[in-house]
């Protein structure tokens, strides 16, 4: 079976600080993608990042960095110098490749990201 | 704004009724996916459909049920309301089978179960 554990449940910064959300999977598949998505306080779920199973390059966007491990299973995601702005719970996501079910996302239960100015 | 619309944004309703959330995927977008986001269960995959056709299922209750339209837009069903049914419940539509992976999401309605 397929999981996802993010084991932070809140966490509190302050502004410029940097932050690294953790998220571990489980899957027995070889096959498979991994997201990130933000929910600000109004709610929407907003894409991040998908990185499949056979990319382990990082990937930096901005303020915005993944870290993919397959060797620990772990895609970590860190918010450098944060703002008030990134303020939202985050959420980490696992997908297999198969059937065109990829949308079929099994969500961790998402880190609370308070930046306080 | 991701392009995806979903009706209505807040319901408040009583136990045992049955209520009908509406989504209208972006445009050209064929796959519709329906998410359950609650306290106790987090964010849950419910049904996807693609072009009309139910393509996977997941851990939707058989009190629930879902379609697809021929204009793609799609109807969530949840009957016999329990107050565990209270939940944000999320559309998301993608263009394919979802093998691009990137869904875009609804801003999703709030149902309350009283």
């Known amino acids: 079976a397929q999981k996802v554990t993010q084991a932070q449940t809140e966490i509190s910064v302050v502004e410029k600080e940097d932050v690294t959300l953790d998220c571990v999977y489980e899957t027995r598949d070889t096959t498979y993608y991994l997201f990130w998505y933000k929910q600000p306080p109004s709610g929407e779920l907003v894409f991040l990042i998908r990185?499949?199973?056979?990319?382990?390059q990082n990937e930096i966007s901005g303020r915005y960095s993944w870290n993919f491990q397959k060797s620990t299973s772990s895609f970590n995601f860190t918010i450098t110098a944060s703002q008030v702005v990134d303020s939202a719970v985050y959420f980490c996501?696992?997908?297999?490749?198969?059937?065109?079910?990829?949308?079929?996302?099994?969500f961790g239960k998402g880190t609370k990201l308070s930046v306080k100015p | 704004d991701s392009g995806v619309t979903q009706t209505p944004k807040h319901l408040i309703t009583a136990t045992g009724q049955r209520v009908t959330l509406r989504c209208s995927p972006r445009s050209g977008d064929l796959s519709v996916y329906w998410y359950q986001q609650s306290l106790d269960q987090g964010l849950q995959f419910l049904i996807q459909y693609y072009n009309g056709e139910e393509r996977a299922k997941g851990n939707i209750l058989e009190r629930f049920s879902a379609q697809q339209f021929p204009d793609l837009h799609s109807e969530l069903n949840l009957s016999s309301l329990e107050l565990g049914d209270s939940a944000l419940y999320f559309c998301?539509?993608?263009?394919?089978?979802?093998?691009?992976?990137?869904?875009?999401f609804g801003e999703g309605s709030r149902l309350t179960v009283l």
């Open positions: 996501a696992l997908t297999l490749n198969y059937g065109g079910s990829q949308g079929n996302l099994i």
């Open positions: 990185r499949n199973s056979f990319d382990e």
């Open positions: 998301a539509s993608s263009a394919g089978l979802g093998d691009t992976g990137e869904l875009f």
